[in-house]
DNA sequence: ATTATTTTTTATGTATACAAAAAAGCAATG
DNA sequence: CATTGCTTTTTTGTATACATAAAAAATAAT
């Protein structure tokens, strides 16, 4: 029976997980523990020993008699975000360049090719989800762990900002993806020649690709109205 | 009752804390639910939150059915640590400049001042303790969320090879400390002053100077005496 | 009608009891 | 004398029940 009990902890852990990256649980959300121990079918005793290592991990945060809940994305963290994201991607693929063993790549190609695959014809979730994990092997490839708690913190906020930032009707955005995809690809092939140098370089400007999206949506042009044109109604 | 209750698991939580970075309790060892739970007067649900939360940030590792260990260092670990130490060090140093706010730098002072009477009169143990704490500060000053899970898994090892590598009776190690403190000085005078170029710099010399002391432990000297003068015994 | 105060309800935290798995001890066998 | 298979003991994991704190609702007072 713990088998199969560890298995519904594992699968709580996941759920979560997703639920948070994907942003169905929203950045501030409130975690109802009864309502979790229902649904998953746990006590809230294994159940509260998950969230804790949630909170661990930067997914969730803890108020002493107020429970779980989702952590939240401010500005500021978006500043915090930007500024360390660089470096510590930058490493990360330098160090995976290097150490990457080769069940490691098989992987990572596998993972690619399920991207690909739902650039065609799966959901943003999807999406989201599958980049996610492309940059998590990258991450055990690098063989560190002193970077993967922040490299992995960051990819918690990557996904979601990718989320927050994506219109699925909007051609720039698709294009984006296809570019990325074949960043994606040549990483892969770094990673493959052990070529480092290229590695760190690719991890810049697949970095710069993400910001340069998140940019043009927080900062659009404006709207091409003269001044003064507006329709404003003066009947009531 | 519940106020008394959490502080003694915060306590808990510090004490295992302490005994981890100053090597009470040995890499590898094994944490005793039984025994703890006794001795902390707690019973095993909460403390074994306080267990999944020191796993969380690194000072612990979780085995299915096996309870808890404190996290190993080996030589692998020891390489990774070099690797990532510089840059996260040098980052945080710099952020730490740009961004200290004052109430900050009046208690990194005086967690300065303590080690300055640690050097003096108080033991090992408190010396590791104090570096530690004055290392975390700048952490909590550089204020960035996404840097700062591997600048304190860095912190944790940092304090453990510090006791690792340390001769109680060596004239080296005593004058690398005063070094390290003077170092300390300096950096508090650049973060005050936000000079960050010059805080990178300085996190740089202070940490080949933690390198410098560790390769001298690791490969000292030889001992010179000469081939085929050794006393063996042909009497047995 | 609005604010204070109290009761009620809900949710969070802890202790205990029990179930399951790993470890240790012990005998039997080759 | 090491190895295997069994039993006992210890340890780990989960569920339930209860205690405590926060939130919500209801009542009283101004």
Partial sequence: ???????????????????ILTLELRPGA?????????????????????????AGEGYLTLRRNRGARVSEMTHTNMREFFLAAPMI??????????????????????????????????TAKDRALLNNSFHQITGQMAHNAYLLPSFNRLLIDHARIGMTFYRPNCQDMADNLETAADQHDAIIQCIEEG???TAAQLATDHWNLSRGQIENFVMPQGLDIPFGQFGFSTSA
């Fill in 1 to 19: 029976m713990s088998e199969a009990a560890n298995q519904k902890k594992i699968e709580l852990y996941e759920v979560l997980k997703e639920a």
């Fill in 30 to 54: 409130d975690i109802d523990e009864a309502q979790l121990s229902d649904s998953s079918g746990m006590s809230r005793t294994p159940l509260r020993e998950v969230l804790r290592q949630l």
């Fill in 89 to 122: 991607y930058g490493a990360i693929m330098q160090l995976a360049a290097q150490n990457a063993l080769p069940d490691q790549i098989v992987a990572l190609k596998a993972v690619q090719s399920e991207f690909r695959k739902a650039l065609r014809s799966g």
């Fill in 195 to 197: 070529d480092e140098v």
